[in-house]
């Protein structure tokens, strides 16, 4: 209830400070005909005088909380001056103690400690023009004042706190906002990469095989079919996986099962069959039970290496794949004969990039380079999850 009462005071600040101040303004037209009224008194302004000094010590509350130091000041100038001509305090004097609060509440501790001072001693000055004071009324108007200047205090205290609970959830949703854009970027980084993959090694195979078409559809139409039907196979995988990373992008909410599934251990051998070169697949051991993004991860090993021994190892290249499946890692190596050694690669290609963050997000190692004797090769290894390996 009292944050709506302080949101609304937020929007209508006039109108809430007219309210704030309306029993105190309403207290001083009701004192209007009694004072006038009254007799005897050593200066009596009269009833115009009334309205005119009341109104003085009234109307700098509405900025009170704008300037706060300000407001203060005037209104205890004008409380001063009724005490230096003998005027006796009206209602509308009580507006020293709404200003007092203002300062407690909106303006630097000295200041506040300084504005108590004023007021305390307005208390005593005026018990001193009193006949009748008593040491028992000044502590009772010393209690009022310290227990006005310590509500300020408090208020203002509360203010900042709120504030602050208001800055740090501010802060934390831009934070939140911001990882989810940097695991958007990460992911669409990880999806090209991916991409890359899929389009390298395919058309790589694609190419391979429609030359091979080419060269063979006049002498031996056969193998020229074949060929034309892997390249239709290796398409039509090509298609599907690029449907499934961009799928991942799709904003319409797609269900995650329109796509395929991720390529693993078990479709390893059918890739290096129609990888488009000769190659020979070695398997060690007995494959453990791994992650499906730790298989995926072997996959696109092979797949990267085989995709640059197409492109880099020139004619007649020849591969070979040897996976060791061990009780506590999994060792993939795959070396070609080709000339791909001898070829400039550039610094910040995706293949060799991509294939050491794989690796290394699941806590393996790898290693690319020319082989002894001419060729290239890549060797990984990845650990078994323990769980997994038992």
Same mark, same amino acid.
């Given at each position: 209830?009292?944050?709506?009462?302080?949101?609304?005071?937020?929007?209508?600040?006039?109108?809430?400070?007219?309210?704030?101040?309306?029993?105190?303004?309403?207290?001083?037209?009701?004192?209007?005909?009694?004072?006038?009224?009254?007799?005897?008194?050593?200066?009596?302004?009269?009833?115009?005088?009334?309205?005119?000094?009341?109104?003085?010590?009234?109307?700098?509350?509405?900025?009170?909380?704008?300037?706060?130091?300000?407001?203060?000041?005037?209104?205890?100038?004008?409380?001063?001056?009724?005490?230096?001509?003998?005027?006796?305090?009206?209602?509308?004097?009580?507006?020293?103690?709404?200003?007092?609060?203002?300062?407690?509440?909106?303006?630097?501790?000295?200041?506040?400690?300084?504005?108590?001072?004023?007021?305390?001693?307005?208390?005593?000055?005026?018990?001193?023009?009193?006949?009748?004071?008593?040491?028992?009324?000044?502590?009772?108007?010393?209690?009022?004042?310290?227990?006005?200047?310590?509500?300020?205090?408090?208020?203002?205290?509360?203010?900042?706190?709120?504030?602050?609970?208001?800055?740090?959830?501010?802060?934390?949703?831009?934070?939140?906002?911001?990882?989810?854009?940097?695991?958007?970027?990460?992911?669409?980084?990880?999806?090209?990469?991916?991409?890359?993959?899929?389009?390298?090694?395919?058309?790589?195979?694609?190419?391979?095989?429609?030359?091979?078409?080419?060269?063979?559809?006049?002498?031996?139409?056969?193998?020229?079919?074949?060929?034309?039907?892997?390249?239709?196979?290796?398409?039509?995988?090509?298609?599907?996986?690029?449907?499934?990373?961009?799928? #991942?992008?799709?904003? @319409?909410? *797609?269900?995650? $099962?329109?796509?395929?599934?991720? %390529?693993?251990?078990?479709? /390893?051998? !059918? &890739?290096?069959?129609?990888?488009?070169?000769?190659?020979?697949?070695?398997?060690?051991?007995?494959?453990?039970?791994?992650?499906?993004?730790?298989?995926?991860?072997?996959?696109?090993?092979?797949?990267?290496?085989?995709?640059?021994?197409?492109?880099?190892?020139?004619?007649?290249?020849?591969?070979?794949?040897?996976?060791?499946?061990?009780?506590?890692?999994?060792? #993939?190596?795959?070396? @070609?004969? *080709?000339?791909? $050694?001898?070829?400039?690669?550039? %610094?910040?290609?995706?293949? /060799?990039? !991509? &294939?050491?963050?794989?690796?290394?997000?699941?806590?393996?190692?790898?290693?690319?380079?020319?082989?002894?004797?001419?060729?290239?090769?890549?060797?990984?290894?990845?650990?078994?999850?323990?769980?997994?390996?038992?």
């Amino acid at each position: 209830m009292f944050g709506r009462i302080r949101a609304w005071s937020r929007r209508h600040s006039t109108l809430a400070d007219v309210l704030w101040l309306a029993p105190l303004i309403g207290l001083c037209v009701v004192n209007a005909s009694t004072y006038a009224a009254l007799t005897g008194l050593a200066v009596h302004f009269g009833l115009f005088g009334y309205v005119i000094i009341s109104a003085a010590l009234l109307v700098p509350l509405f900025w009170r909380n704008t300037y706060p130091r300000l407001v203060f000041a005037a209104i205890s100038l004008i409380s001063f001056g009724q005490w230096v001509v003998g005027g006796d305090p009206f209602v509308a004097n009580f507006a020293v103690l709404i200003a007092l609060f203002a300062v407690a509440s909106h303006g630097a501790l000295p200041w506040a400690v300084a504005a108590g001072a004023v007021a305390e001693l307005g208390i005593f000055l005026a018990l001193v023009r009193w006949n009748n004071a008593t040491l028992g009324m000044f502590f009772s108007g010393t209690f009022f004042v310290v227990t006005v200047w310590v509500t300020g205090i408090y208020a203002k205290t509360r203010r900042r706190y709120l504030e602050g609970l208001e800055e740090r959830a501010e802060r934390a949703e831009r934070e939140r906002d911001q990882q989810a854009k940097m695991a958007a970027a990460a992911e669409r980084t990880r999806i090209a990469r991916e991409l890359h993959d899929v389009v390298a090694h395919n058309v790589s195979v694609i190419i391979v095989q429609a030359d091979g078409a080419g060269y063979a559809i006049d002498s031996d139409p056969e193998q020229a079919r074949l060929a034309v039907q892997a390249i239709s196979k290796t398409g039509r995988e090509a298609l599907a996986e690029m449907r499934r990373l961009v799928g #991942v992008l799709r904003q @319409d909410g *797609g269900s995650p $099962a329109d796509y395929l599934p991720q %390529p693993g251990l078990e479709q /390893l051998a !059918g &890739m290096v069959r129609g990888s488009g070169l000769p190659v020979a697949l070695t398997i060690k051991g007995t494959p453990p039970e791994l992650p499906e993004g730790e298989q995926l991860v072997i996959y696109r090993i092979v797949q990267e290496a085989l995709t640059n021994a197409l492109k880099h190892g020139g004619p007649e290249v020849t591969a070979v794949v040897e996976i060791d499946y061990g009780p506590q890692q999994v060792s #993939v190596r795959i070396a @070609d004969d *080709g000339r791909g $050694a001898a070829v400039v690669r550039g %610094p910040d290609g995706h293949g /060799l990039v !991509g &294939m050491r963050e794989r690796v290394g997000m699941y806590g393996g190692a790898v290693w690319t380079g020319p082989r002894a004797g001419g060729g290239f090769e890549v060797r990984a290894t990845l650990p078994v999850p323990e769980v997994r390996a038992a």
